[in-house]
């Protein structure tokens, strides 16, 4: 596979508007490489589909039902894919070369299998996501910051909150909102494992991809994330985010104590 040829895939449920220009900011900042840029719809009932196939270099592939995250994402397993595959989330927008600007870092870092960049706010403030394995202790324990010190602490050590980052750096989780991985790797894993309809899907990746190599952030390069935190504002979000924590906790139980 040739580095000139990177893949990325968006998964869209009515999210038009965003997703519209997350892949204008993909098409348009990836300079250096060419990249083939795939939507994959579960089953929009608004425009999505409609304003998506409009823009030329974007390909949409129409699914009849939500498959749900990593299942969605996963059809990229039977297409043609670069030897780095980005995986984006439609309320994601960049500003920068990006995509070519990872692929350069993992080219030059053969032990790199999986990296994310700095995810920033809209106002360019930092997103603290989660960069350890969770745990149940950092999985609820860590929706408690508000009750007191103790929880908040915790939820800090979880996302690596108040720890400065220099340079590309190892991490336990790898946020699925925006991050690169070598294309012969996501196939060695079958990609996400599919028993997750949503959450977590992406730490389960990260402790597999681990037995193949690096899993870093590299702090340098950024991309803007429009995070939504549906589970803190809907019981509908917050119960599958709920499902997928014991499937991943039972799963990995030996690592989670």
Not at 62 to 85: C, D, S, T, V, W
Not at 175 to 189: E, N, P, T, Y
Not at 245 to 255: A, N, Y
């Amino acid at each position: 596979m040739d580095k000139d040829f990177l893949s990325a895939v968006i998964v869209t449920y009515n999210n038009g508007e965003k997703a519209e220009k997350a892949c204008k900011s993909i098409l348009e900042n990836t300079k250096r490489y060419d990249v083939t840029l795939y939507v994959i719809d579960n089953a929009s009932s608004d425009n999505t589909v409609d304003l998506l196939s409009k823009i030329d270099g974007v390909k949409v592939i129409r699914q009849e039902k939500n498959l749900g995250f990593g299942k969605a994402h996963n059809k990229i397993l039977k297409l043609p894919m670069g030897k780095y595959h980005f995986v984006v989330n439609p309320d994601i927008v960049i500003y920068s070369d990006v995509l070519s600007d990872m692929a350069d870092v993992m080219d030059e870092n053969a032990d790199l299998v999986l990296t994310m960049p700095n995810i920033l706010n809209t106002d360019g403030t930092v997103q603290y996501l989660p960069k350890e394995i969770p745990t149940f202790k950092r999985l609820f324990g860590g929706r408690l910051a508000f009750v007191s010190k103790n929880f908040a602490d915790l939820r800090a050590d979880y996302t690596w909150e108040n720890r400065k980052i220099n340079g590309i750096t190892d991490i336990n989780f790898c946020s699925g909102c925006f991050f690169c991985i070598r294309s012969d790797i996501f196939k060695r894993l079958s990609g996400f494992d599919e028993r997750y309809f949503m959450y977590l899907e992406d730490a389960d990746l990260t402790i597999r991809a681990k037995n193949f190599g690096r899993v870093a952030i590299l702090p340098d390069i950024s991309v803007k994330h429009e995070w939504k935190r549906e589970s803190a504002k809907s019981f509908k979000y917050l119960l599958i985010h709920l499902i997928s924590s014991f499937k991943f906790l039972l799963k990995w139980r030996k690592i989670t104590k």
